[in-house]
């Protein structure tokens, strides 16, 4: 059983991919690492040997660290950073703790390079509707919490990605963007590796309203409605991703934890006429 300042696996598998889930703070050695380059999503990686200049970078937010086997340097670094006033925990057997549970795990290695404040840079055209909403969504939840979106005209779209080295998504002929029938959602999950059985779900949704397949899912065209609208709603394309990220929230929620519930009038007590 963890002690309070532990987290186990199967705890932090529920908050991962929520607006709630916390920053992972891979720890690991540089051979453990090596040997199995995965991260859990929505990790970032740091050294044990340097908390105290890093430190002050996580202030304010939720934090669980990671080693390889949940022992002396995740524990250690934990009490440092709570030490900082930093709300930090460590999970409870570390990443072969993670693997051993069949958790989802990051593929980083199309992962681009973050800028010098550490946050991922991507551009993408303006006035969003689907995919260039969902792509945010599951690079914010599952991959870096703190990416910068640009919107730009189609146009400009590559000479700002070469400009301000930004990484460009869903235009043509860039490595992140539609493959065949899959939309660049599908394309970002393959990549990265993050397939499970709620993401899969979703992102058939995601499909079928992106690529007008409505049939693809019962729920394709009223999110493809939900879509439209929240597009309608906003001028600035920020604030647009901004309140699209609660619908998509809510859409994960559903596949991963809501497909076999029901809502029907009571079947008991009177109607109020």
Not at 10 to 33: E, F, M, W
Not at 74 to 88: H, K, N, P, T
Not at 161 to 177: E, G, I, K, L, Q
Not at 198 to 217: P, Q, S, V, W
Request: glycine share 6%; charged share 25%; net charge negative.
């Amino acid at each position: 059983m963890p002690n309070t300042t532990e987290i186990t696996v199967s705890q932090l598998v529920r908050l991962i991919g929520l607006p709630s889930s916390p920053v992972i703070i891979d720890v690991r050695i540089d051979d453990d690492y090596a040997l199995d380059p995965r991260l859990i999503p929505g990790s970032t990686r740091r050294s044990h040997k340097t908390v105290s200049q890093w430190a002050a970078e996580f202030k304010e937010q939720k934090l669980v660290v990671s080693c390889q086997r949940g022992e002396k340097l995740s524990q250690g670094v934990a009490a440092l950073l709570r030490y900082e006033g930093i709300d930090a925990s460590s999970l409870e057997g570390g990443y072969e703790a993670w693997v051993s549970g069949n958790a989802l795990l990051l593929t980083p290695d199309k992962l681009p390079m973050p800028d010098a404040s550490g946050k991922t840079l991507w551009v993408t055209r303006t006035r969003p509707k689907i995919d260039r909403v969902a792509c945010p969504w599951l690079i914010r939840r599952f991959i870096d919490k703190n990416a910068v979106f640009l919107f730009v005209s189609p146009s400009e779209v590559l000479g700002v990605a070469t400009r301000f080295s930004a990484t460009p998504f869903d235009v043509d002929d860039v490595f992140w963007s539609h493959r065949g029938e899959k939309c660049t959602f599908d394309t970002m999950i393959d990549e990265f590796g993050l397939h499970s059985p709620a993401l899969d779900r979703f992102a058939r949704i995601i499909r079928g309203a992106d690529t007008e397949k409505l049939d693809l899912a019962p729920q394709c065209e009223g999110f493809l409605a939900a879509s439209l609208g929240l597009s309608r709603m906003y001028r600035d394309d920020l604030a647009q991703l901004d309140a699209g990220m609660l619908l998509y929230d809510a859409f994960y929620r559903w596949c991963r934890d809501a497909t076999d519930e029901t809502h029907n009038w009571p079947s008991t007590g009177k109607r109020v006429k």
